[in-house]
């Protein structure tokens, strides 16, 4: 019994929701394999051998794969999956697009947001916007799974001693081709990434205040900035900021929502964080419900005033 994961990278750095889903693939039991599909990725393969625990990396190079296009990556999967009981997918935008190719290509039933692995054949995963876990078990040969990675420890990116197997890379599918790509570069850490977060709602009333705002709390924390969906649809924020079931799924080890109500949507996508701190006029929000530490004041008084403290 064997494990593949599908490594997420950039062709020069190996990306941490890896690690996550590496710990994931160790539940699963049986060796764990890494592939590398890129171009120029050289380096991403030696990083993944380095990985605690893995075994084996792939490394599959070619101008097919340098934009990691889901048609030829999910190609380059299905080239492998007949040596693997498990392919697994780290739950992001890149995973979400890749795995259901070849959960269809292998019909099998692709499990979906993993956040625990119970055995090799049973997983849980969130349903009703996290308000019940469902256990799935599986009987399909492949288990195809994506894995929400804030459910797992990451693995040691260090310890590790693989061997690298080089591949032929898969020819073009010719069904989709790479236009161009448009980066937002910002010294903040990484929504995903970051340990701490400070999220601003509705309540803000504007984008200039939600900058106004927030932006100083989170430059004196060091810290990323988020959204509720009702202050990205206002257009106070960017979507790219949104958390939430429709947004990104966060667990820093502190998160902080400025004039957040605390709607299931919102609160499916950062009530696994360690430590949450509300602020809010109505006592009654239901983000009060999840808090650690809440404060019923005017956040314009209130945020301001915190932010002098630190």
């Given at each position: 019994?064997?494990?593949?994961?599908i490594?997420?990278h950039?062709?020069?750095?190996?990306?941490g929701a890896?690690l996550?889903?590496?710990?994931?693939?160790?539940?699963c039991?049986?060796?764990?394999?890494?592939?590398?599909?890129?171009?120029?990725?050289?380096?991403v393969?030696k990083?993944?051998?380095?990985?605690?625990?893995?075994?084996?990396v792939?490394?599959?190079?070619g101008e097919?794969?340098?934009?990691?296009?889901?048609?030829?990556?999910?190609?380059?999967?299905?080239?492998l999956?007949?040596?693997?009981?498990?392919?697994?997918?780290?739950?992001?935008?890149?995973?979400?697009?890749?795995?259901?190719?070849?959960?269809?290509?292998?019909?099998?039933?692709?499990i979906?947001?993993v956040i625990k692995?119970d055995s090799?054949?049973t997983f849980e995963?969130p349903?009703?916007?996290?308000?019940?876990?469902?256990?799935?078990q599986?009987?399909?040969?492949?288990?195809?799974?994506?894995?929400r990675?804030?459910?797992?420890?990451?693995?040691?990116?260090?310890?590790?001693s693989?061997?690298?197997?080089?591949?032929?890379?898969?020819?073009?599918?010719?069904?989709?081709?790479?236009?161009?790509?448009?980066?937002?570069?910002?010294d903040?850490?990484?929504?995903?990434?970051?340990?701490?977060?400070v999220?601003?709602g509705?309540?803000?009333?504007?984008?200039?205040?939600?900058?106004?705002v927030?932006?100083?709390?989170?430059?004196?924390?060091?810290?990323a900035?988020g959204?509720?969906r009702?202050?990205v649809?206002?257009?106070y924020?960017a979507?790219?900021?949104?958390?939430?079931?429709?947004?990104?799924?966060?667990?820093p080890e502190?998160?902080?929502?400025?004039?957040?109500?605390?709607a299931?949507?919102?609160?499916?996508?950062?009530?696994?964080?360690k430590?949450?701190?509300?602020?809010?006029?109505?006592?009654?929000?239901?983000?009060?419900?999840v808090?650690?530490?809440?404060?019923?004041?005017?956040l314009?008084?209130?945020?301001?005033?915190?932010v002098?403290?630190?």
């Amino acid at each position: 019994m064997t494990a593949l994961v599908i490594a997420e990278h950039n062709n020069s750095s190996l990306l941490g929701a890896t690690l996550n889903t590496v710990t994931a693939a160790k539940a699963c039991g049986g060796d764990v394999h890494v592939l590398v599909a890129g171009h120029n990725a050289g380096a991403v393969a030696k990083a993944a051998a380095q990985v605690a625990g893995v075994t084996k990396v792939l490394l599959a190079e070619g101008e097919s794969l340098a934009h990691g296009l889901a048609e030829n990556v999910a190609a380059q999967v299905l080239a492998l999956a007949g040596n693997y009981s498990h392919i697994l997918f780290a739950s992001t935008a890149s995973g979400k697009n890749c795995a259901p190719r070849v959960a269809a290509k292998l019909d099998v039933a692709q499990i979906s947001d993993v956040i625990k692995v119970d055995s090799a054949d049973t997983f849980e995963r969130p349903i009703y916007a996290g308000n019940a876990i469902a256990t799935v078990q599986s009987a399909d040969a492949v288990k195809v799974l994506t894995v929400r990675i804030t459910g797992f420890d990451a693995a040691a990116a260090t310890g590790g001693s693989a061997a690298v197997e080089s591949l032929s890379a898969v020819a073009d599918s010719g069904k989709s081709s790479f236009v161009s790509a448009e980066i937002a570069k910002s010294d903040r850490p990484e929504l995903t990434a970051a340990k701490i977060i400070v999220s601003g709602g509705r309540a803000l009333g504007s984008h200039e205040k939600f900058d106004e705002v927030l932006t100083p709390l989170a430059d004196k924390l060091g810290a990323a900035i988020g959204a509720s969906r009702a202050a990205v649809d206002a257009g106070y924020a960017a979507n790219d900021l949104q958390v939430g079931q429709t947004g990104k799924i966060v667990a820093p080890e502190l998160y902080i929502a400025v004039g957040i109500s605390g709607a299931i949507q919102h609160l499916a996508g950062m009530k696994d964080s360690k430590v949450i701190v509300a602020i809010n006029t109505d006592e009654e929000a239901p983000i009060f419900g999840v808090a650690n530490y809440g404060l019923v004041a005017d956040l314009f008084q209130a945020v301001p005033e915190l932010v002098k403290a630190l």
